[in-house]
């Protein structure tokens, strides 16, 4: 909303009050959607749409510079507007007991939902608070593995957000008085303020007067406006930093110079008269409904709402008694069940969570909060109390079902769905696409793909399983990059024994083929592993055997090199064979041993590998220690636990 239309509220605001009886029935709440957020208040629809359009252009803003910052959030930011500071109060978090002295807050990014709350009397002032944090909302969704000094400078850049020329642009990063004069008395060096992390003393996310916050903001401001290329910059860097690489080697690939090499013009930067800011021309359309379309909600409705707010700032008391009310006035509105149920989790009561979610989900099946949050409810139960029944599990699907067909675009539905047809083992393919789209929604989510990698494991799809975890083992988040490195030994483990199984199918054919081996002998490296080792479930693609040409699976033991020749010697359960080739290289040589590619070289074996060998049968003697039974044509190197079947 521009400070024009704010001071024009104010003026019909005032019109208004002066004009109502002070009898008079209390004035309703009215709601309106946007794409992405919905306004309670109970002002004038048309002021609940401005508030609307404004988020959303916010959003748009912000999405043109920060790629995928645009993109929709799981769940619409609900906006609650208030009249004044002395009207929101009952909303706001306390601090020492009493109201905190805010004109604004965002409750941002937790899993229940962000919202809002302003004041719109001092809204031109409490606006930065709301942007800033919304900001982070946003940017959380690229990447949440920004560094701390980008972080806060984004939210600090776009806190000037406001619209400008009848709603039609948007103006950020205007200059932030108090960060430009501090600036003028004290620096701090780049290279000391991009290492800054949470816990470093130079950080306090309370003091935003700090030269913390304000270099942050400067050095932001100084490479999306100033730099050439700056924008694209950012975004290099946001990403390089996102996939693992070194903050500071980040920072000299992403900007072109090291930290210590950008000081002088940043400290240059901030001494200048005058800064640029940065207009956004907005599209057109902006998906928000017309003011007509703002609809009077039931008061059971909105004291519902408003009971939220007041458990999301942990005013516990006044929300049970809210909610309850609330709940008891209206028990067939969503919203009431909806609150309800939020309260008795947030009470720890999971179990009787679950009744009036389910309630809220029944009430409004085209509502994708109540659908969403009643199957996250019942799946995280998982792990967190005794397990859910397949029937429960069953329960949340069909509701992420209609969740995603109310909003085909929500990655966290799709992995929520996918999660639940993990866990019943049914619907893989369902899961699989689920999954697959998820990525491509969210592709700088970790997490998705690792998902995707266990999806792709349960299909016994190991490669593509593969070549997601390799690289997510590299992730700079540790609990990802430790959770694919474990899958990743489980699939490497089972592709072993898939091989050794493989094997031993193909050893189990060439003994029905082959003369077996002379009673009371076993081959070599046979051992008795079980069943699984029984049921060869891969083909190894060995070379098919020639005709004149006789293959044995054994130990290679030595191969000898000499001007005469080549001998390699083959040793099969007790007794050792030989071949013999005029140069190592006419032996062709295969190996389906992953760490060992090209294994074949003149010396004793130290530790002898398990390899098939084909010769070319030829006339002569078959005497000695270690008769020579043909010319070498193939050795094949096999997998140590090969379990050739003996008959
Ligand atoms: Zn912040």
């Known amino acids: 909303m521009t400070r024009s239309a704010i001071a024009l509220l104010i003026a019909c605001l005032s019109a208004v009050l002066a004009a109502s009886p002070l009898s008079g029935a209390p004035r309703p709440w009215s709601l309106v959607r946007g794409q992405s957020v919905i306004v309670v208040g109970q002002q004038s629809s048309k002021t609940l749409r401005e508030v609307a359009v404004e988020i959303e252009q916010f959003k748009a803003a912000i999405g043109e510079s920060i790629r995928g910052a645009g993109e929709p959030l799981t769940l619409p930011t609900v906006v609650y507007t208030f009249d004044d500071r002395k009207a929101m109060e009952p909303f706001v978090p306390l601090y020492r007991g009493k109201p905190a002295a805010l004109g604004g807050f965002c409750r941002c990014g937790s899993p229940e939902g962000s919202f809002i709350a302003v004041s719109l009397s001092t809204y031109s002032d409490s606006s930065a608070i709301v942007f800033h944090e919304y900001t982070h909302l946003l940017v959380r969704q690229v990447t949440q593995n920004l560094p701390v000094w980008l972080n806060e400078g984004l939210a600090e850049f776009y806190s000037t957000f406001h619209l400008r020329n009848g709603a039609r642009e948007a103006e950020v990063g205007v200059p932030i008085p108090e960060h430009v004069a501090l600036l003028r008395r004290r620096y701090v060096p780049i290279a000391e303020l991009i290492a800054v992390d949470q816990s470093s003393a130079l950080y306090n996310e309370s003091d935003r007067r700090s030269i913390f916050y304000a270099e942050a903001w400067a050095l932001t401001h100084y490479l999306l406006m100033e730099r050439p290329g700056g924008v694209a910059a950012v975004n290099t860097y946001v990403r390089a930093v996102a996939k693992g690489s070194n903050a500071i080697q980040a920072f000299a690939d992403a900007f072109g110079a090291t930290p210590t090499a950008m000081d002088e013009a940043l400290q240059q930067y901030v001494r200048r008269p005058a800064f640029r800011s940065a207009i956004h021309t907005l599209a057109e359309r902006i998906a928000v409904g017309e003011p007509e379309q703002a609809h009077v909600i039931p008061d059971a409705q909105a004291e519902a709402m408003l009971g939220t707010i007041q458990l999301h700032v942990g005013r516990m008391d006044e929300a049970t008694s809210r909610i309850e009310a609330a709940a008891a006035a209206g028990p067939g509105l969503a919203q009431t069940q909806l609150a309800l149920g939020l309260l008795r989790l947030e009470q720890s009561h999971p179990a009787q969570a679950l009744p009036p979610l389910e ?21 995280q139960q998982e792990g967190d109390h005794a397990p859910t029944s397949d029937d429960q599990r069953e329960r949340a699907h069909a509701a992420l079902t209609r969740a995603i067909a109310i909003n085909p675009r929500s990655a966290d539905a799709l992995a929520w769905q996918a999660y639940a047809d993990l866990l019943l083992n049914t619907r893989i393919p369902e899961a699989r696409a689920a999954m697959v789209r998820a990525v ?6 970790p997490e998705y793909r690792l998902r995707l990698a266990e999806v792709y494991v349960r299909q016994g799809d190991h490669a593509h399983a593969s070549t997601i975890l390799a690289s997510l083992a590299e992730h700079a988040d540790a609990h990802v990059s430790q959770a694919a490195r474990t899958l ?37 490296g046979a051992t008795e592993s079980g069943a699984e080792a029984l049921a060869p479930r891969a083909y190894v693609p060995l070379r098919p055997v020639r005709r004149g040409e006789e293959r044995a699976y054994g130990e290679l033991t030595q191969v000898d090199c000499s001007s005469a020749g080549v001998r390699l010697f083959l040793k099969v359960g007790t007794r050792t064979i030989s071949t013999t080739a005029k140069l190592l290289a006419d032996v062709i040589v295969t190996s389906f041993v992953d760490d060992n590619p090209s294994p074949l070289s003149c010396g004793t074996r130290v530790t002898p590998e398990s390899v098939y060998m084909t010769w070319r049968t030829t006339t002569g003697a078959r005497t000695g220690s270690a008769p020579i039974v043909g010319k070498a044509v193939a050795v094949e190197f096999v997998p140590k636990n090969a379990v050739p079947r003996r008959d």
């Open 488 to 524: 990743l030994t489980q699939v490497r483990a089972a592709d072993r024994r898939r091989e050794a199984n493989a094997a031993a199918a193909v050893a189990a054919a060439y003994a029905v083929n082959s003369p077996r081996p002379a009673a009371g002998e076993r081959e070599a």
């Open 359 to 379: 309630a809220a989900a029944r009430l409004a099946p085209d509502d994708f909060v109540a659908q969403y949050t009643f199957a996250l409810t019942m799946l």
């Open 440 to 445: 491509e929604l969210a592709p700088e989510r």
